[in-house]
């Protein structure tokens, strides 16, 4: 197997290669991404073109299969290669941008269905999650015909199984027994600021009812952030700003594009994951979280209604500060009485 990618990010080519063993080729990374911060879904397009370009008529690839993830810009020049196509949706391109105006609606139709009509040329569709299959279905009427397959997608448990390495030192988290774990992209469509607020609102309750434990819950918000993408810089400085309007800067900390070891350490040490994104694709973080046997806080719509069980593997609330703050709170109280209870027995128990 072989790998084209458009862009180095981070540990990305290092986490595609696994210590190796695939090979990893980055295309067209000279590329701009926009133009002046606009059109990113057309650069995007012609990227993937470019690619496909190289492929079929410049590189000395030999292969059977070709699989084309997320983009279908390509695949009528991959489909003159001869070889059969598959083609893994996410999600619908035209589903992820606003039409506010009417120059966006023009900019956006022929993109729309350009985007319709090479995703029916692959030779197979394959989507991530039954609700992504629903919003296929809603979105390309003119592939009514087109059969299309749910493959969930999956974690690197190797990844997840190896010895734990590292330290949490510098999250200054002594004396925190209660630890949640916010982990997405530092965009807005991942509804991060709903981590923030649910904390505003679990401290005030808990002010009325018990005063002392607040002071050993903190949130840590862990995204993906690349330093070219402007929204990742934009929205990291919101969230920031947000904590300090809420007044729980010091209860909040903040973490960029953190390495796979300390990833796996803060899953395995925090009480349990807020899961924020309404009408989620398939979400890989919470499947992250359950495989270290930590509850999931999420919204109750999208992926994590496939893969969460309510009040089993996790809870799903509507996408709401105080719901998300009435689920954190019984994980509050039920560490609490543990700690009641172990220390009553006389035996020691520590906390980060």
Known sequence: MKILILHVLFSVTKLLCFNGSLEVTVVGDWMPRSVFNRFYALMA????????????????????????????????VLKLSKKKIVFYCHFPDQLLTERKTFLKRLYRYPIDWFEEWTTGL???????????AQMFRNTFKRLSHKEIQVIYPSINFTAFDRRLEGELNDLKLKDIATVFLSINRYERKKNISLAIEALKELYEDMNASNPQSKKTV????????????VENRQHYDELVIRANELGVEDKVSFLKSPSNDKKQLLLHSCTALL?????????????????????VIAVNSGGPRETVKHNETGVLCRPEAKDFAKAMKRFVFCLLKAVTLVVMSGHDMDVM
């Open 45 to 76: 397009y012609y990227r993937m073109i470019i690619a496909a370009i190289y492929v079929i008529f410049f590189s000395d690839l030999q292969f059977d299969l070709i699989f084309c993830d997320s983009i279908s810009a390509c695949i009528p």
């Open 122 to 132: 692959a030779d197979v569709v394959i989507v991530n999650s039954k609700f992504t």
């Open 218 to 229: 903190h949130l840590i918000i862990v995204g993906g952030f690349d330093p070219l993408n």
């Open 275 to 295: 899961y924020t994104p309404d009408n989620e694709h398939f979400g890989i973080v919470p499947l992250e979280a359950m495989y270290m046997s930590r509850p």
